[in-house]
């Protein structure tokens, strides 16, 4: 009788979770850049927390923002990660994102440079790869060298670099550019190799975020309850990220293809707990930064405020 018991325990059980698989509500979730400012996405789905809240969740790397949105806008997606510059454009140009939650509240983005380039002003008719154009790279590329006194298309040559950071490291050790903008733990490895860490885009613009998950206002309000939970499984990720220190590193050397355990664990200590936003609430003054900017050449960025380009519901209801 314990065997048919344990039998039939067995059996509900694996019927259980059939059916929580059969129910479980699918998302198309991307992630822009193989940086670890991303990985309580990734956790959230390694880890289970996804499947614990009844979704099915794919994760798709699409590197650039502006390319996230395009894919957003064109219903293939229902959740991704953007800097606000791409968000904000898109919104002003009649679209209806919104940023649900923000893994990271800093701008993480660090000018690396060849060894012979060592102040910004050596940059003057030097080329520096950004990644796609329009992606927060590029976008706050401009702003900073503007900042400084270098214009764009002008004093220095902004480059168009396709395949994410790793290829544009590749094309900074190759000489085919004098710089290139990237982020840890990609900083890390530019520095082993000699090259200069010229400058943190931080030092320049302190309220710019460049981890934000974004969904549609459409979405949110045909779907809030897998809003809800989507938001749910992030926050419990990353929770999950600043506790576990082990199982995070393999998860994030998985996804970034680092297989040297000593720099994941030094890059997740040093830099990455430091990145991460621990209550995923949008700062509004890295929005209202980027709308100064836009309102400079847009005159419908005098009509928003930031809290159009926020819905912080479902944030709200885990304090």
């Not at 809030?224 to 419990?236: D, G, H, R, W």
Request: proline share 4%.
């Amino acid at each position: 009788m314990r065997i048919a018991g344990k039998g039939i325990a067995v059996a509900v059980f694996l019927l259980f979770t059939v059916l929580n698989n059969a129910f479980a509500q699918r998302i198309n979730f991307s992630f822009s850049s193989l940086t670890g400012t991303q990985s309580p996405l990734w956790v959230a789905k390694e880890a289970g927390f996804f499947k614990q809240h009844g979704l099915d969740a794919r994760l798709v790397y699409i590197p650039g923002g502006s390319v996230v949105v395009q894919a957003m806008h064109s219903g293939e997606l229902q959740f991704g990660v953007s800097g606000p510059a791409a968000v904000i454009r898109g919104n002003l140009g009649g679209a209806d994102f919104a940023f649900v939650a923000v893994g990271s509240n800093k701008i993480d983005f660090v000018l690396v440079t060849a060894k012979h380039i060592t102040n910004v002003q050596d940059l003057k008719g030097k080329r520096v790869g950004v990644g796609r154009f329009g992606g927060g790279p590029d976008y706050s590329s401009r702003i900073v060298f503007e900042k400084l006194g270098l214009k764009p298309e002008k004093d220095i040559n902004l480059l168009q670099t396709l395949g994410g950071q790793p290829t544009r490291l590749a094309i900074l050790q190759s000489g085919a550019m004098e710089g290139v903008v990237i982020t840890p733990p990609f900083t890390l490895q530019a520095k082993q190799l000699g090259f200069n860490l010229l400058l943190e885009y931080s030092k320049v613009i302190p309220h710019y975020f460049s981890s934000g998950f974004i969904t549609t206002r459409k979405y949110i309000r045909e779907n809030p309850q897998i809003v809800e939970n989507t938001v749910k499984s992030l926050m419990a990720a990353m929770r999950y990220v600043f506790s576990n220190e082990d199982e995070t590193i393999k998860i994030v050397g998985r996804y970034m293809k680092i297989t040297d355990e000593a720099f994941l664990r030094s890059y997740y200590r040093e830099a990455l707990l430091g990145q991460l936003n621990r209550t995923l609430q949008p700062d509004s003054k890295a929005i209202e930064f980027i709308l100064e900017e836009e309102r400079k050449t847009n005159p419908a960025a005098e009509r928003v405020k930031p809290e159009d380009f926020m819905d912080t519901r479902f944030l709200d209801k885990l304090r």
